[in-house]
């Protein structure tokens, strides 16, 4: 089995290496040896992580897609256009692809798939959600039968250790993240990370495995981790828990064709949730359904050899798919209805910076009041002599009447500052 690789960064590279290293090995297992037959890259003479032979090397996508011994192509160029059209020449060429390209596949997922269907070709992607996780196969095979209610999880690696680095050594998210670009977690241009775009790609795919709907990116609500400070870290150490970038989708069992809600949100996840555990540039989802009950699935989110581990994984399943002249479909339906705004419920926690004199409670009491937001709990903290920082803990309400309260709060001359709403994972 001949394979063209599309890229060959840091992924692209450890996929070579454990070629390399396991080629001979998964060949006896398969009946045949896997051997790479060309790789497309933009430098021929870059230095790689992995040496690669010369003579497999090319900048010319024809070379690869036109090959007619190359029956499964692997892209790992990253987002753009040019990735979108090599996957679909790919398929139109009748090859198998595999990808890690989440930015294309919560896109433009229901095309592409209908593309692969029409030559009976697989499109396989376990690498483009949680790096060495197996998570898409359980959700496309194990749980095939089950009916899933809701998915939470960590997905993205780099905002998870941001927010480990400000919980447990106390610092500002921009020297957080000035930490994790010096190691390579963070990207230059940090913005689809910590905006909660990443996730929110990632979690339009999983949505839409799980429930067999079709999630776009633009259907998911999105919060970002942008304006976290040391002090909410502070209060949600006080109310038990720490901060964590969540990705959730959730779809009740009433109908069949109830509506999904799809969501990304920092929230104060309480420490005795196996999610507040999970540390550094790891990964968790928490999946619950009818029967199964409730599943954790943890690894590493991201690096070189867990996420091509998940696409050599793919390329396993796609080269039997070859051999026996079958495929694996992977059905969404269409027209899929997403929970209103206006609907979605929860506990929140609100901070503001006040001036520090008398009466200021009261004003800002009787916004949360006006909007119908029932307050549980209330902190107050002395900034310096002139200023305080007041936390409001909410009983379970809803999010347009939060967003409310914040706009109104806002117009308010007392208000020196508003800091990130946070959610409470209930």
């Known amino acids: 089995m001949k ?54 090397l090319t900048t010319e996508l024809a070379e690869v897609i036109e090959d007619p011994e190359i029956e499964l192509v692997v892209e790992l160029l990253g987002p753009g256009e040019f990735a979108l059209s090599a996957i679909e ?11 890690a390209n989440k930015e294309i596949l919560s896109t433009h997922f229901r095309e592409l798939e209908s593309a692969a269907a029409k030559v009976n070709r697989d499109i396989f992607f376990e690498a483009a959600v949680a790096g060495g996780i197996p998570l898409i196969r359980a959700l496309r095979v194990s749980l095939f039968g089950e009916r899933l209610t809701r998915i939470v999880g960590i997905v993205n690696g780099t ?8 919980q447990e050594e106390h610092v500002s998210l921009e020297t957080a993240l000035g930490d994790a670009q010096r190691l390579g977690y963070a990207e230059a241009d940090p913005h689809g990370d910590l905006s909660g775009r990443d996730a929110a790609s990632k979690l339009a795919i999983i949505a839409s495995i799980a429930f067999g709907s079709h999630v776009d990116v633009a259907d998911v609500q999105v919060d970002g981790i942008w304006g976290v400070t040391p002090a909410d870290f502070d209060f949600a150490r006080r109310s038990g ?3 964590k970038l969540l990705a959730q989708a959730e779809r009740s069992l009433d109908s069949p064709d109830a509506p999904v809600r799809v969501e990304v949100f920092p929230a104060i996840v309480m420490s005795d949730h196996p999610l507040a555990s999970v540390r550094g540039s790891f990964n968790a989802v928490f999946v619950e359904g009818s029967a199964v009950g409730q599943l954790m699935f943890s690894g590493p989110g991201a690096g ?10 793919d390329i396993i399943d796609a080269v039997r798919n070859l051999r026996n002249a079958t495929r694996a479909p992977m059905r969404v339906a269409q027209g899929t209805r997403f929970v209103d705004d206006s609907s979605i419920e929860g506990v929140f926690a609100l901070s503001v910076d006040v001036i520090d004199a008398p009466g200021v409670l009261s004003r800002v009491s009787e916004v949360f009041g006006r909007n119908l937001v029932s307050i549980a709990r209330m902190e107050q903290d002395e900034l310096d002599s002139e200023l305080a920082h007041l936390v409001f ?6 999010l ?21 709403v946070l959610r409470v994972l209930e």
Request: aromatic share 0%.
């Open 3 to 56: 394979i063209g690789l599309l890229g060959c960064g840091t992924v692209g590279s450890a996929l070579v290496q454990l070629l390399d290293a396991d080629g001979d090995r998964l060949g006896s297992l398969l009946g045949e040896p896997l051997e790479l037959g060309r790789i497309l890259v933009r430098d021929l003479h870059k230095v790689r992580a992995h040496e690669v032979p010369m003579k497999l």
């Open 400 to 420: 347009s009447s939060i967003r409310a309260t914040m706009a109104q709060l806002s117009e308010l001359s007392v208000i020196q500052r508003l800091h990130k």
């Open 89 to 99: 020449s790919a398929l139109a060429s009748h090859k198998s692809v595999v990808t």
């Open 304 to 313: 070189g050899l867990p996420t091509a581990s998940a696409v050599l994984a």
């Open 393 to 398: 803990l909410t009983h379970r309400t809803r």
């Open 241 to 243: 828990g720490v901060i």
């Open 159 to 166: 905002t998870n250790y941001i927010l480990t680095q400000m």
